[in-house]
């Protein structure tokens, strides 16, 4: 069985290395999801890439400065950020307009 498993790693290198990564990863993920229940189930909330600092006007050169692991870092700080901040005002807030549109249709 071992052999299968590193015999798949290999074959699923050029799709991983191409633009078909994410596809893969998803697909993976449902056709074995695990069973998890209801109430814990996670809906991701967001997520940054390069792209979003030339929104707030970094240079190319300041963006191409940061690593994936710089990026990572700065992903983390901002998950911090926003749970020590505004996350459970923010879920309390949406999730109560998201109920109340649901009252009026």
């Known amino acids: 069985m071992e052999h299968q498993a590193t ?3 290999v074959l699923m290198q050029p799709v991983m290395d191409s ?3 994410r596809w893969l990863k998803e697909a993976i993920e449902l ?3 695990e069973e998890v229940d209801p109430l814990h189930k996670s809906f991701p909330v967001t997520s ?6 030339k929104e707030i006007e970094f240079t190319a050169d300041e963006t ?3 690593r994936d692991k710089d990026m990572a870092r700065i ?7 926003y749970v020590e901040n505004t996350f459970w005002e923010s879920l309390e807030n ?5 109920l109340a549109g649901k009252e009026s249709t």
């Open 75 to 81: 992903a983390r700080m901002m998950e911090d950020s």
């Open 31 to 33: 056709r074995w999801a």
């Open 7 to 9: 015999m798949a790693m």
């Open 48 to 53: 940054i890439c390069r792209a979003d600092l």
């Open 94 to 98: 949406f999730a109560r307009e998201v």
């Open 64 to 66: 191409a400065a940061l």
């Open 19 to 21: 633009q078909w990564r």
